[in-house]
């Protein structure tokens, strides 16, 4: 079984030190007592280029990945709405519904509260650090988002956690699939 989580990302299928999905398997190794290597053998990262490529990745090819385990779509809140042609007062859970029906897939879907720029912000803050006036720099958030991963405590794991509940639900939601594998 492979767990498979798209993000959406601006840069598309740039894997190799993709910042979000390294500070998910550090996460994930720190709650389950297992090495990062081996969590990257079992969840792999999709990046997409926006969150439209990400909804039609996930109503196209992104249905072979249902064949190989679980999927989880990590969208922004803040834009989500837009692509799903709902109102910005929409609720959550309408908007996690349109998404599926536009999926037209089986899958777990996370709204990162506001956006990426949160968890970024809450790296900094669990690090001790202040943060950039603009977190919108992919080298800054990919830089910030690998050294929590990389060099930050698990201590600071778990600040930034609590400071980022909508990044703490994805690392909760793919420990729970990946069980005993």
Not at 118 to 129: G, K, Q, S, Y
Not at 158 to 166: K, T
Request: charged share 25%.
């Amino acid at each position: 079984m492979i767990v498979s989580v798209f993000y959406e990302d601006q840069r598309g299928h740039q894997v190799r030190d993709f910042g979000p999905h390294a500070l998910l398997v550090q996460c994930l190794a720190d709650r389950t007592g297992r090495s990062p290597n081996r969590i990257e053998g079992l969840v792999a990262a999709i990046p997409t280029k926006g969150n439209s490529k990400l909804l039609s990745q996930l109503s196209g090819p992104g249905h072979r990945a249902l064949d190989r385990g679980p999927v989880y779509a990590v969208f922004d809140d803040d834009r989500v709405r837009d692509l799903v042609r709902l109102p910005p007062a929409a609720c959550k859970s309408e908007v996690l519904a349109q998404v599926r029906r536009q999926a037209g897939a089986d899958i777990d879907i996370v709204l990162l509260q506001a956006n990426v720029e949160t968890l970024v912000r809450a790296c900094f803050d669990a690090l001790n650090e202040p943060a950039p006036d603009s977190l919108h720099s992919h080298p800054v958030r990919d830089r910030i988002l690998n050294r929590m991963a990389w060099t930050g405590s698990p201590d600071q794991r778990r600040r930034m956690l609590e400071a980022c509940p909508s990044f703490e639900r994805l690392v909760t939601r793919v420990q729970a699939r990946l069980g005993s594998a």
